[in-house]
C-alpha cells in the first residue's frame, strides 16, 4: 500500500481528519488509498501551540486516508480563501508548493509498528490470500 511519512503531530491531526491538505514542495501523480505514517520526530512547539499532547505515537502506521487531488498554490489570499486560516496553520501554503487533498481518514485502534521511508513508498499491509487487511476492508468498494 502506498504510504507517506509525516512528523508529529501533523500524522495525528491527518488521521484524526483536522488536517485536510498535506503540504508538500512536490507533486504527485498518485490519486488514492494512502497509508499515513508516523515519523520518529515529533514537533513539540507544534503540538503546544497547536494544544496538543506531546506524547503521540511515532514510527507507527496510523491508519490511512484518501488522496483525492493535488493542487499547486497561488496567492496566499486565495489559498486562505479556499482553505481558511485553521488549514494554512496546519501547513507550508506558499505560492508554487503543493497541496495534497485528502479524504475519508480511518484510524486504526492501534498503531502499527513500521519503519518509514522519505517519499511514498510501498507498505505491506498484510493482505492475504482471499482475506483483506483492516485498511483495504475499510476502502472496499459497496456493492
Keep these: 500500500m502506498r504510504t507517506i511519512s509525516l512528523t508529529q503531530p501533523w500524522a495525528s491531526l491527518v ?3 483536522r488536517k485536510k491538505v498535506e503540504t508538500r514542495g512536490w507533486r504527485t501523480s498518485y490519486r488514492g488509498l494512502l497509508a499515513i505514517h508516523a515519523t520518529r520526530e515529533i514537533d ?3 503540538c503546544r501551540g497547536f494544544r496538543m499532547s506531546e506524547d503521540l ?3 507507527s502506521i496510523l491508519g490511512a486516508v484518501m488522496l483525492v487531488d493535488v493542487l ?3 496567492a496566499i489570499a486565495d489559498s486562505e480563501r479556499r482553505f481558511g486560516a485553521l488549514e494554512m496553520s496546519y501547513g507550508d501554503f ?3 508548493r503543493y497541496g495534497w487533498v485528502l479524504k ?3 484510524k486504526f485502534a492501534a498503531p502499527k509498528r513500521v519503519h518509514g521511508s522519505p517519499g511514498i513508498w510501498e507498505w505491506i499491509c498484510g493482505c492475504g490470500e482471499g482475506t483483506l487487511c483492516e485498511i483495504h476492508e475499510r476502502y472496499r ?3
Design 44 to 46: 513539540v512547539l507544534a
Design 141 to 143: 468498494p459497496k456493492p
Design 72 to 74: 499547486q498554490f497561488g
Design 57 to 59: 505515537p511515532t514510527r
Design 104 to 106: 475519508d481518514p480511518y
Design 15 to 17: 488521521i484524526d481528519g
Design 94 to 96: 506558499e505560492p508554487g
